[in-house]
């Protein structure tokens, strides 16, 4: 322990150089980590296997940053660890299926569909229940226990409704298209396409626009936005109808790429948290890197594990960042 | 004791260097305190005062410097340890244990308790028991001293702002500290009852030969009870030496009155 | 994926029938053995322990395990498979543990499933989908010896679950009985100091940390005794069986209950199987699989109402509802 050796002046050993680098520069670290892992599987399993999944992995990925940067914003703004957020999900993959299958109405409105009613229940369920729990000064157990409650509610009754069976989008799930000697489904092609275009317009949006500035400072600190002035709770409506409508949004294209039934919620749920907490709770930006780099790296471990353990890679990843550097690659290092 | 005995130092720090990001909070920090005595830590907002007391109690990691109470090296190590080696903190917002009994927050308190291993409770029942009994006879004497001992069945969450505050200190009598280091024990309490913890701490001071080091802010308490001052600023220590010579201390007054720089 | 694997000789027409109803109590006790776990961790030491049914699982595969592919005898197996879970309680808690408590229900649930999937893909070791099963025959010879016992004590042909219900619930009671002995202890006020604020004890010479894993364990082991009774019951394991539901049903049980009450979660648990069970033979005119859902519906809604309007269940104390995080 160098705490207690060192006398004042003494320099620093390489060790704690190295250290004191990886703790200031973790985007660095990590994309340095990220460039050997991909080197050390194209030098293995040859360019085109890791190019060919890595892309299909950019479609998982998209739907898991849809989702985490929905979450993460709640989270952070908010506090609440919502364990119903992949039912949120799960709810717009079945409104989708309402509109564009049970009413047979085109699928682009089925999925504009999906995100009001996700954002409405969002907005909702804000209203009717976390704001009052908030207002009592609810403790946090209550609100993880409220939102598996609420996890429960929604993914049974869409269970109740919709049963058990698995059933599809009315979309092409058979058609290739070929990108540059790759070959990806053109549901998934879309998904990557949609998912990019909806990231990158809420990136800029997070950025430059005065609500994406305002929900950043809100998920910063919220004590700190509300003396500046800045009206937090609509601020909190909107971040509700944001994380509403991106979890619709990834719940349909989810939907499209694979089936859906009832329990898709609980099985995105887990890598959603885990893009969240990679990403750095709160971290909006985060979110997104974070989705994609788990998408694209759970992808790749098929490459060399069974299909069955896929998940068990998110998991791994989410442990070993909680272990190695629980704010996650973004996130500053508070006292956890 | 004698009085050469008593001015040893039970504690010094050296060199203590505390970094958030770019920001050393403390940048070489070094201090001594003597064996019985008050020693006062004192400086503007932002001088590390808070950051260097959560160091040398072990709440926070340091980045550089050594610490020895006793003789013993203590920098860097968690803060059960210290607390059993007899240097016990008290909190600035205090932290009564709202949802258990005020009589229950002192016997908690209590060092070398064998039931609170596990094993022994199933092999020394016996033990476990007579200590308990002890304990709780200890903890009723304390409270009475504090006058709390009427309040000892109620939940320490009912108690007031004040009666938290003597609570608090009651317990960390409890642990038989060597070493009582309070964050801002005056703070939000009014001062007829912080005459009275004044009181306290000299009369342990004299009777139980306990030391003391205070962040503090009111600047009357600091001079009129203090043995020695320390002041900080920008995370160094600036002076120390007795309250009339800190108190016309160039350095300490541009301290407080420039800032910045 | 995650349904509960009920018997199946549970009948829909046998709404009187009294091997129903102790089928019944024999979940119910199940479901306490379990829950008690919980409240350990929730209730006493401040701890958001998410993954009680993977130790549950690692009690009972581990069991399973040693009897039909080590060919060990079932009542050593025992131990062994308690030895087995809380050694993963260590694992899963060595680094978790000193998480904030949101994050440490992130981390719980992802070992949980961690666990489940490995039961579920692990086919050489586990037997997949399919599971195991044939290491019941220890517990039947008991049994048999039991409702020997029953018959000479009056009951003519007792019901061949009858022997299970009163073993699960003379363990539950004892474990109940222990736990609340241990919470009046030195021990236990440790555990109640690190439960709100883990700052405060370690100020007061107490080492939160091992506290926490000690809590921890003990919840893990609870765990992996709940399993063997679960695995007994329907005499086969399968991964289905535990799955994150199963938890979330014990913390209903345990918010049913109320958080710091050790006597509450054996009502708790009766209660919630009793109504959850009960819907069944309700008159709706709506087909089985509605129902089923019906059922947890209405377990989200109990969780939210409980929650929202008595945090602290039937027998918890309102003081007390105080979890640091």
Do not use: C
């Not at chain 2, 860097?76 to 210290?82: F, I």
């Not at chain 3, 409702?147 to 003519?156: I, K, N, Y």
């Amino acid at each position: 322990m160098e705490a207690g050796t060192l006398a004042p002046g003494e320099d620093a050993s390489p060790t704690e150089r190295l250290r004191d680098f990886g703790r200031k520069r973790p985007a660095l670290v990590a994309l340095g980590v990220l460039a050997t892992i991909v080197l050390v599987l194209i030098a293995w399993k040859g360019l085109h296997s890791v190019a060919q999944r890595g892309l299909i992995g950019l479609s998982t990925g998209s739907i898991y940053a849809l989702g985490a940067v929905g979450l993460t914003l709640v989270y952070g703004i908010l506090k609440l660890t919502n364990f119903a957020h992949g039912d949120f999900l799960a709810f717009g993959a079945y409104m989708a299926y309402l509109m564009s299958v049970t009413w047979e109405l085109p699928l682009l409105l089925g999925i504009a569909f999906a995100m009001v009613m996700t954002a409405l229940l969002g907005v909702v369920l804000e209203k009717g229940m976390w704001g009052p729990m908030r207002a009592r000064g609810a403790g946090i157990l209550q609100l993880i226990l409220m939102s598996i409650g609420l996890a429960l509610v929604i993914r049974y009754g869409i269970q109740y409704f919709w049963g058990t069976e698995l059933r599809n989008l009315d979309v092409n799930k058979t058609d290739t298209v070929e990108l540059l000697g790759l070959r990806i489904g053109r549901t998934q092609g879309i998904v990557i396409l949609v998912g990019f275009i909806t990231l990158l317009g809420t990136g800029v949006m997070l950025r430059y626009s005065l609500l994406g500035k305002r929900m950043r400072a809100l998920s910063d600190d919220l004590d700190l936005a509300e003396t500046t002035g800045i009206d937090t709770s609509r601020v909190i409506l909107w971040t509700w109808v944001f994380a509403g409508a991106f979890a619709g949004l990834a719940g349909v294209l989810y939907g499209a790429t694979t089936q859906l039934q009832p329990e898709m919620g609980f099985e995105l749920l887990l890598p959603i948290f885990a893009a969240v907490v990679v990403g750095g709770i709160g971290d909006a930006f985060g979110a997104l890197a974070g989705g994609i780099l788990l998408g694209v790296v759970v992808e790749w471990s098929t490459l060399f594990i069974d299909a069955g353990w896929k998940s068990a890679v998110g998991f791994i990843v989410l442990i070993l960042v909680l272990v190695i550097r629980p704010q996650g690659i973004f996130g500053k290092a508070r006292a956890l | 004791m004698t009085d050469a005995a008593r001015r040893e130092p039970i504690f010094e720090a050296q060199g203590v260097i505390k970094r958030f990001g770019g920001i050393a909070a403390v940048d070489g920090a070094s201090m001594s305190i003597d064996q019985g005595s008050i020693t006062a830590l004192i400086g503007p907002n932002g001088a590390g005062k808070t950051t260097f007391f959560n160091v040398i109690t072990g709440f926070y990691k340091p980045d550089r410097g050594t610490a020895t109470f006793g003789g013993e090296a203590v920098l860097g190590r968690p803060p059960y340890v210290l607390a059993r080696m007899g240097m016990v903190r008290t909190f600035q917002i205090t932290k009564a244990l709202s949802a258990m009994p005020v009589v229950d927050n002192m016997m908690l308190a209590a060092p070398d308790q064998p039931g609170e291993k596990l094993r022994n409770l199933i092999t020394q029942p016996g033990a476990v028991r007579r200590r308990e009994a002890e304990v709780h006879e200890q903890a009723m004497e304390l409270l009475d001293v504090f006058n709390l001992a009427k309040l000892a069945e109620h939940y320490a969450g009912t108690l007031s702002g004040g009666q938290r505050k003597l609570l608090e200190l009651a317990r960390a009598l409890m642990t038989r500290p060597r070493l009582l280091l309070l964050d801002e024990p005056m703070a939000g309490i009014n001062p007829t009852l912080g005459r009275r913890l004044l009181d306290h701490m000299q009369r342990l001071r004299a009777e139980d030969n306990v030391t003391f080091l205070f962040v503090e802010h009111d600047m009357e308490v600091v001079m009129g009870h203090s043995d020695r001052v320390v002041v900080m600023a920008q995370g160094r220590v600036i002076a120390d030496g007795t309250p009339d010579e800190v108190r016309s201390d160039q350095g300490v007054i541009d301290a407080y009155l420039g800032g910045g720089a | 994926m995650s349904e509960l694997a009920l018997p199946v000789a549970i009948s829909f027409d046998a709404f009187t029938s009294l091997g129903f109803w102790i089928s019944v109590g024999i979940f119910a006790g199940t479901f306490t053995i379990f829950t008690l776990g919980l409240q350990l961790n929730v209730g006493y030491t401040g701890i958001f322990n998410f993954g009680q049914a993977g130790f549950m699982a690692i009690g009972a595969y581990s069991m399973a395990i040693l009897v039909t592919d080590k060919g060990m005898n079932f009542w050593v197996s025992l131990p062994i498979a308690i030895l087995i879970t809380m050694g993963f309680g260590l694992i899963v808690g060595l680094p978790s543990l000193r998480l904030r408590a949101d994050y440490l229900a992130i981390t719980t649930i992802a070992a949980s499933e961690a666990i489940r999937l490995t039961a579920l893909n692990a086919r050489d070791l586990t037997g997949g989908a399919q599971g195991i099963f044939g290491f019941g025959d220890s517990w039947d010879e008991v049994a048999d010896s039991i409702e020997g016992w029953l018959e000479w004590l009056g009951w003519s042909n007792p019901d061949n679950l009858a022997p299970l219900l009163i073993v699960v619930w003379g363990v539950a009671l004892l474990l109940t009985l222990t736990l609340s002995k241990a919470q009046r202890t030195p021990w236990g006020r440790v555990l109640r100091a690190v439960r709100e604020d883990e700052d405060a004890a370690r100020a007061l010479g107490k080492n939160a940390f091992a506290y926490k894993l000690q809590s921890l364990m003990i919840a893990a082991a609870l765990g992996a005794i709940a399993g063997f009774f679960l695995a007994v019951n329907l005499a086969f394991v399968v991964p289905d069986s535990f799955g994150p539901t199963f938890t979330f049903l014990g913390y209903a049980v345990l918010v049913l209950g109320g958080l710091t009450s050790y006597w509450g979660v054996a009502v708790g648990a009766i209660i919630l199987q009793t109504v959850l069970e009960g819907l069944r033979f309700l008159e709706l005119p709506i087909s089985e699989v509605k129902v089923s859902a019906l059922r947890f519906v209405i377990l989200g809604l109990v969780l939210i109402g409980l929650m929202a309007f008595r945090p602290q269940g039937m027998f918890g104390k309102r003081e007390e509802m105080v979890i640091g995080d």
